[in-house]
């Protein structure tokens, strides 16, 4: 039976209607427990505004109606993905932070291959462990690509990795609104981004084919026990995501990562998660970047 057919066919006006205390927490706990992203009291009215438009989709009146769907009816098996997505935060940019992009090609990367000097043409592998829609990792191979047709002497593959079906969807589009592409610059956008205007609708940019075919995108919850990936990662990106997560998820999270670098790899994080840093036991090489010895 569809949610719709439990519910009242009296509507609630917006400004009247919201979650109740305890429904809110039961949402929140769903989500500390499923992907370990801390739900404040002072969330709610964000929550709200993300569910409301999708609980009138589904023909029902009120957050009530809704919750006693979620709990009361079964309603989290069709739901689940649903609200991971919706409550996610899912801020990204390209060329958010560049002093790491630059740490990567001036220092990381040469170091990398300097370990590997006696391999031919060896793959370097980066992953984006909390991608988003992939403007880092598509950031990530313009560096790369830069760099590897300047040098020479390298390959490289690059993984995204979220919980959130609807931004890696995006991520394997690969096409996004015109605007965020400012940060790129000049030389980078005329290299490696296509841009179209169809009548009537914004702008919008596609990665070049040359770039998408060596961006992978997978789904992961960093709350999993274990990752489904090589354990000889060059440089594993996980910035401005554990901000959301408790102390000890934190370090959970983190060490579950280590574990997929290989011995002199680099873990990043955000410049706001410099003292979640402190906890890790690896060397630090520059502002929120460690190296596995």
């Known amino acids: 039976m569809s949610p719709a057919a439990h519910a009242s066919t009296i509507r609630i006006d917006d400004d009247q209607d919201h979650l109740t205390a305890l429904d809110y927490k039961r949402i929140a706990t769903l ?4 992907v370990g992203i801390k739900l404040p009291p002072a969330k709610r009215l964000m929550v709200e505004g993300r569910l409301r438009k999708h609980i009138r989709a589904l023909g029902l009146a009120s957050f009530d109606a809704y919750c006693t769907y979620l709990f009361k009816q079964d309603g989290l098996v069709a739901e689940r993905s649903f609200l991971i997505d919706a409550v996610t935060t899912n801020k990204t940019d390209f060329f958010r932070e560049p002093e790491h992009f630059q740490c990567l090609e001036q220092r990381m990367v040469p170091a990398l291959l300097e370990q590997r000097r006696g391999e031919r043409q060896p793959v370097l592998k980066i992953w984006s462990a909390a991608s988003s829609t992939g403007a880092e ?3 990530l191979a313009m560096v790369l690509a830069d760099l590897a047709a300047q040098r020479g ?3 490289y ?4 990795t979220d919980i959130s079906t609807a931004v890696l969807a995006q991520g394997q589009r690969a096409v996004y609104p015109a605007e965020m592409i400012t940060p790129v610059p000049p030389a980078k956008q005329a290299r490696y981004l296509m841009f179209a205007r169809k009548a009537g609708t914004r702008s919008e940019v596609r990665i070049v084919p040359e770039l998408r075919r060596l961006v992978r995108f997978a789904r992961l919850n ?3 026990k274990s990752y489904p990936f090589d354990t000889d990662v060059d440089v594993i990106f996980l910035r401005n995501v554990l901000i959301y997560f408790d102390k000890s998820d934190q370090e959970a999270v983190i060490a579950r990562l280590i574990k ?3 011995p002199g790899g680099y873990l990043v994080l955000g410049h706001s998660e410099s003292m979640i840093g402190t906890a890790i036991t690896m ?3 520059a502002p929120a970047v460690f190296q596995k010895p």
């Open 153 to 155: 002497d390298f390959r």
């Open 137 to 139: 990792a598509f950031t």
């Open 157 to 160: 593959a690059i993984l995204g």
């Open 31 to 34: 989500i500390g427990d499923e």
């Open 222 to 224: 960093l709350m999993d």
């Open 260 to 262: 997929h670098l290989r």
């Open 283 to 285: 060397r630090q090489v």
